[in-house]
């Protein structure tokens, strides 16, 4: 699928249409320990940042065509966060502090000096914005990675709504990255300056929800010695997310409607009502339908809630992602743990592909930090896969007759059938059209029709 499986960590791309320039760079690069990558000319630049994720951009002012200046405008719009170190000639310094100003992170001039560039570079790295607001469009949007077609759905939703003070709710099974879409809501809204205060209603005892939601006046109760604003208030003129909304209270529920509706709270002891301005982003992984029927769930805040829905895919319904993920993964714990793992093994990541994943990305995560905490070397094998149910496969997949092979032959089997049903997904996402399912799959048109004979899939293009 054109997805690189090996970590990519400090990964630095050299801009620059002189070979002689590039192949300096990229020498001292590598010898410092960076991963390095080059292009001839901004629009190659642009596409190999498009293609791939990198760390540090270095790249020259002065190129045809495309030049530095408009390199570096594409990736403030494009990819915030991504530090651009400028290189320019001894006597045009002043368009390096025109670039400074216009958002580039800092300047080398010709001849170089080892020592500095190393320097730079090094502060550059360490400044890199973790934050990101988009992702290269081949790993996902708004700190959320995933590119198949549900979660490019989830992306055009935010990017429509986060703008609009609508309230939220977004559903979907436990660890499917609730939290990550409230908050690219509210990081990409008019309100994005202000508070994001976040509520576990299901961490709650019931009878602290009231002055944790509301907050108290001084005497209102035994132990409150001061005054203290509720959760609403601390959210005045930002976000309110209420996480696990389903395991709120009948009584806090009444409560909380009305909030919504009059956008005012009164404090627990409180004489006056005070005036809140919030946008409220609510989340849950229960039926809140069924939860109306059996008289859990009040159906006056769910349609109050409900204004945007936002359903969230479980990780099962979107495979095509869990390589992405399992990248990140790998960069973020080897920094975390002080590792060094460079990739999965094929059929590692064949295992990782069939499980069904129960707990969906937060079981993924929790997998993949045992896996590289435990490994002992640069890869992670199927056996280092620790606590993997490989057992667990979907029973309408067919496993009658497979239990009694060997662990590796029975993931070949299952990686067989992944691959059969991803393309028929291709080809039924592209109407049928044989070319333009091998594009979205990343392999040759031939490559393709030879599968598809394989697997006795009809050609209907």
């Known amino acids: 699928m054109g997805v690189r499986s090996r970590v990519m960590a400090q990964r630095i791309l050299i801009v620059d249409d002189e070979p002689s320039i590039r192949k300096v760079l990229a020498a001292h690069l590598k010898k410092f ?31 045809p065509v495309v030049d530095g200046m408009a390199l570096l405008a594409w990736t403030r719009e494009n990819q915030p966060g991504l530090p651009v170190i400028l290189i320019t000639a001894h006597g045009s310094v002043a368009n390096a502090v025109d670039a400074l100003k216009q958002g580039a992170h800092d300047y080398v001039t010709k001849p170089f000096d080892s020592d500095e560039l190393r320097l730079t570079i090094a502060k550059a790295l360490a400044t890199e914005v973790a934050g990101r607001k988009r992702l290269s469009p081949e790993r996902g949007r708004f700190e959320i990675i995933g590119r198949t077609p549900k979660m490019r759905k989830v992306y055009d939703l935010i990017e429509k709504v986060a703008p609009s003070p609508s309230t939220v709710l977004i559903t979907g099974e436990s660890g499917t990255g609730k939290q990550l879409v409230a908050r690219a809501l509210h990081e990409n809204s008019p309100r994005s300056s202000g508070p994001f205060i976040e509520v576990n209603c299901g961490a709650i005892p019931e009878s602290l929800f009231e002055s944790e939601l509301f907050g108290y006046e001084r005497g209102a109760f035994t132990g409150a010695v001061s005054n203290k604003p509720g959760r609403f208030e601390l959210a005045n003129g930002g976000t309110l997310f209420l996480d696990e909304v389903g395991e709120l209270p009948l009584e806090m529920q009444v409560k909380i409607l009305r909030t919504l509706q009059e956008r005012k709270v009164d404090r627990v002891g409180g004489l006056r009502a005070v005036n809140v301005d919030v946008r409220v982003i609510a989340a849950t992984n229960v039926n809140l339908q069924e939860a109306m029927t059996n008289g859990a769930f009040r159906e006056d805040l769910y349609w109050r809630l409900n204004v945007i829905p936002i359903p969230l895919p479980p990780l099962r319904d979107r495979t095509d992602d869990v390589p992405l993920l399992v990248e990140h993964f790998l960069r973020s714990f080897n920094r975390r743990l002080g590792k060094s793992v460079q990739r999965v093994a094929p059929d590692a990541l064949a295992a990782l592909l069939a499980h069904p994943w129960p707990g969906n990305i937060r079981e993924l995560e929790n997998l993949m930090e045992r896996s590289v905490l435990l490994s002992e070397g640069e890869v992670i094998g199927l056996d280092d896969l620790a606590g993997l149910r490989t057992s667990n496969f979907d029973s309408s997949s067919g496993d009658e007759g497979l239990e009694e092979l060997g662990l590796k032959e029975y993931v070949r089997v299952h990686t067989v059938k992944l691959e059969r049903a991803r393309i028929q997904r291709a080809l039924s996402e592209e109407g049928g059209n044989v070319t333009r399912a091998a594009r979205l799959l990343g392999i040759s048109r031939k490559s393709l029709q030879t599968k598809m004979k394989e697997y006795g899939l009809r050609d209907e293009s």
């Not at 990558?37 to 540090?56: K, N, S």
């Open 33 to 63: 320990g960076y991963d390095v990558e080059t292009a001839t000319d901004g629009a190659g630049g642009i596409a190999r940042l498009q293609e791939d994720l990198f760390h540090l951009v270095v790249s020259d002012i002065k190129m």
